[in-house]
């Protein structure tokens, strides 16, 4: 009976495992498809994304800190966005021809 708890536990252990690798692998594609994505930006593509993405920022504020038209900001955030879901999209598809 011991040795059953005994293998019960270590195949609890195994499992909790494979279920961590799956999460971190799921941020390493993220953090990955970020990173590759970012170089396919241009400076203000980027900074509007980043501004905007991760700070929240209005628009307007993103502009008068650039000194471009909000219009043009909104452009860029949505080149950016774009940019960036092709790249998740290519990325993807690699890794699961992989």
Known sequence: MNIENEAKGYQ????????????IIKQLRYTLTGVI???QLSDQEYQVFIERALT?????????????TESTAKTYFERATKKLAA????LKAKLEDD
């Not at 609890?12 to 999460?23: G, H, K, N, T």
């Not at 929240?56 to 471009?68: Q, T, V």
């Open 37 to 39: 994505g970012g170089r």
């Open 12 to 23: 609890d252990l195994i499992d909790e495992i494979e279920v961590e690798q799956q999460r």
């Open 56 to 68: 929240m920022k209005p628009f307007g504020d993103i502009a008068y800190n650039m000194g471009i």
């Open 87 to 90: 790249e998740a999209s290519r």
